[in-house]
């Protein structure tokens, strides 16, 4: 798994958005704070969110670099900026304008609630995440067993897509998440070998049709 290199924030440490300064947000439940009326729209919230859970879970560095500047570009187009705050694991969007030398300069806000905070280690969120990778893990093992190790890899990728995107077990995939894993997230993220990428179709079909006499439960 790759490193999240900006998990820290540099100057947040001991000057942070009091927990009782933001609000809850109305959408999200318990898991996500944020202003009632934030400036940043819910679809450029939630797909950082998402981006930067992918950043944790990616394979390579490369990846994980790539899912951060993608997170990047979404908030910059409303004049946010994206980091996580390392002591209670939380992503927070900052206005561009509190952004100094890439540092929060907190003494100089007068509106805290402008931020918008999003927990990124939710109990609910946490537990079906684990469900979903032990089934995921069965299928890849199953894989492993009868296919072998280069389908087993091209598994793991979808799975890492499914679970991640769609929070569901790659035995569930409909066709259009089928067709999204193998022409956007394998080609860019996958980083796959010349000989994955010539099989990952028969691989992603293995899970999908093959399996139903190897994977326990299907």
Do not use: C
């Amino acid at each position: 798994m790759a490193d999240d290199s900006e998990r820290t924030i540099e100057g947040d440490s001991d000057a942070r958005p009091a927990e009782s300064s933001v609000g809850r947000h109305p959408d999200r439940g318990d898991n996500a704070e944020t202003a009632a009326d934030p400036e940043i729209p819910e679809d450029a919230i939630e797909e950082a969110e998402r981006l930067t859970r992918l950043a944790r879970e990616a394979a390579v560095t490369e990846a994980a670099e790539a899912y951060r500047e993608r997170r990047a570009d979404v908030v910059d187009e409303h004049d946010f900026t994206a980091r996580v705050r390392e002591e209670d694991d939380t992503l927070v969007l900052y206005p561009g304008e509190w952004i100094e030398d890439g540092v929060v300069q907190f003494e100089d806000i007068e509106d805290t609630d402008r931020a918008v905070e999003v927990s990124l280690s939710g109990p609910d969120h946490g537990a079906e995440w684990e469900t979903v990778e032990e089934r995921n893990r069965e299928v890849i093992e199953a894989v492993r067993e009868a296919h072998g190790q280069v389908h087993a890899a091209n598994v793991r990728a979808f799975a890492d897509f499914m679970g991640n995107h769609y929070l569901k077990p790659v035995t569930e995939a409909t066709l259009d998440e089928r067709e999204e894993f193998l022409t956007e997230y394998f080609p860019r993220n996958a980083w796959p070998t010349r000989e994955q990428e010539s099989i990952v179709t028969e691989s992603v079909n293995l899970v999908v049709d093959g399996l139903d006499d190897e994977v326990p439960g299907t």
